[in-house]
């Protein structure tokens, strides 16, 4: 524990090791790489490499001078016993594939639960999130797809999909997801047949109509976002309380004291600025998709040169900052979607229509003002994606490696007349071909980052959906499936039920 580790931090090792007296035996503590609401994470070295000697052919296996490193989770005992055992519980489940960090081990001293994972060679997404080309802005997306769509796969919902939840090397061109506290498996849909009798109240709080086939069974509660207050106004009757849904709520001075409305019941957790719409609007039926919407916040932010993307501080602020982006008549009809009305006024600033040119606007205006400012170098990766969005009036489909048309739109696509010796030929050929595979690959990510903003969660392309784009195309075509990892421990035909050494 010497070194540079702050002595605070190195206290807090020492404490560690003292509450759980066990730890010493297999591994020794080397510094803090992680905090959150719910744990710390410590980075560790396995002493007898016990753990690590599983995972043989795992690509993060590292070896350092005095022996292999592991990660170890300290879960705080505030976590209530459910939200750790879930947590545990699913790191097993997934403990399958190499794109999800597998559950090594698992140890309990009284109250202190500590889950040992792998230890990850990666970088800090703050430092390569302005400087990586297109090409590696694919390939991670990418790889936290194959992630997504394992997980998918096996019913379960991250919830908190992130750049510091996806571990990414992008020399090895290779990421692993972490953190499952917030993760949940996906709930079977509640359809208009649990919905039989409108006294059972359970069941309209737990009902959205996005989930329905037969549209809203009832007239939706009216939203009024109106000089920084959330006016409510129910036109009909609520089904459930049989009155009028009326009040305004200001929000500066907290909740009414005497509200009558039932409110809606559904999983809001997720970090601000990457929830979807349907977690901001409670939807009680949220699937994977919402996973998907984190994606697409991800490859903004690519696009953009800008983290963080958003920086809402409540719901509200949520809804008004995508207000701006897709414009107030998709959000009210995203509104409706969920048995939700939506109206907004005396905020200046949201249109109709939202940014012309949507998304691509969105970017181009972001791009341009940290032009302005200066804040890019002159080799900045940056100027590609501006480029692209500047002259994509001139070639509006990609190129499908025809020959070079949307080279021309970025490279001015003209000779001017001169004549050019074999090696000037050459060249110019290389920076057109160059040119076109960046213009290819800017084309079918915005196409990418539409799907992933899709509104409706129905119709909002699935992982796998996506990992099957165009952009990916020659990233799958000599791509093998991982291999699941053999681990002798944790199978479910060895180890029935998850247990914790003591």
């Known amino acids: 524990m010497s070194g540079e580790v702050p002595a605070e931090v190195q206290q807090e090792m020492e404490e560690l090791c003292n509450t759980v007296p066990r730890l010493t035996e297999d591994y020794e503590l080397i510094d803090k790489i992680g905090e959150g609401t719910f744990s710390s994470v410590y980075k560790a070295r396995d002493i007898k490499g016990r753990v690590v000697r599983r995972y043989r052919e795992h ?20 976590s209530s016993p459910q939200r750790i055992y ?7 489940m997934l403990s399958g594939n190499h794109s999800v960090a597998p559950l090594c081990d698992a140890l309990r001293h009284k109250d202190q639960i500590i889950a040992v994972l792998p230890w990850y060679p990666h970088e800090e997404f703050r430092n390569f999130y302005r400087d990586l080309p297109i090409k590696g802005v694919k390939k991670c997306v990418f790889e936290l797809l194959k992630a997504l769509k394992f997980v998918h796969e096996q019913g379960v919902i991250h919830r908190d999909v992130k750049p510091t ?18 993760a949940e498996l996906e709930p ?6 649990g919905l039989q009798h409108e006294q059972d109240l359970r069941a309209w709080e737990s009902y959205c109509p996005c989930g329905s086939t037969r549209g809203l069974p009832h007239s939706a509660n009216l939203i009024t976002i109106q000089n920084g207050k959330v006016l409510y106004n129910g036109k009909s009757q609520n089904p459930v309380t049989g009155t009028v849904a009326s009040s305004i709520l200001d929000l500066t001075k907290g909740y009414p004291k005497n509200e009558t ?20 609007m409670k939807c009680s039926q949220q699937t994977t998709k919402i996973d998907i919407w ?18 809402s ?4 602020d949520s809804l008004l900052e995508m207000c701006c982006i897709f414009g107030a008549k998709t959000m009210k009809k995203t509104a409706q979607l969920h048995g939700l009305g939506l109206e907004i006024q005396g905020l200046q600033g949201i249109t109709e229509d939202g940014i012309p040119d949507g998304l691509k606007g969105y970017v181009r205006q972001l791009l341009e003002a940290e032009c302005k400012i200066a804040t890019f170098p002159h080799y900045s990766v940056a100027f590609e994606t501006l480029d692209f969005l500047s002259k994509m009036d001139r070639q509006v489909t990609p190129s499908l490696g025809s020959g070079g048309s949307s080279a021309g739109a970025m490279t001015g696509d003209e000779n001017n007349g001169h004549d050019y010796d074999a090696s000037n030929i050459e060249k110019e050929r290389t920076l057109r071909e160059y040119c076109e595979r960046v213009w290819d690959d800017h084309f079918w990510c915005f196409d990418v980052l539409e799907r992933c903003f899709e509104m409706d969660p129905r119709k909002r392309s699935s992982a796998e959906e996506l990992l099957q784009h165009l952009l990916f ?25 998850l247990k914790l050494h003591r």
């Open 86 to 92: 879930n947590e545990l519980n699913l790191l097993y």
């Open 59 to 78: 690509f993060w296996r590292t070896e350092g001078e005095e022996g292999p490193y592991v990660a170890l989770k300290r879960i705080y005992v505030t």
């Open 473 to 497: 195309s020659e990233l799958t075509e000599n791509h093998e499936p991982d291999a699941e990892i053999q681990d002798e421990v944790i199978t479910l035909e060895s180890q029935p039920e």
């Open 313 to 316: 501080l409540d719901d509200t």
């Open 261 to 280: 409305r039932r409110s809606k019941r559904a999983n809001r957790a997720g970090t601000r600025g990457f929830r979807a719409p349907e977690v901001l």
């Open 165 to 182: 939840n996806f571990l990414y090397n992008p020399i090895l061109g290779k990421g692993v997801l972490v953190d499952f506290g917030l």
């Open 188 to 193: 079977e849909r509640l359809d208009d047949t």
């Open 294 to 311: 984190s994606v697409g916040v991800i490859l903004l932010s690519f696009l953009a040169r800008r983290f963080p993307m958003f920086q």
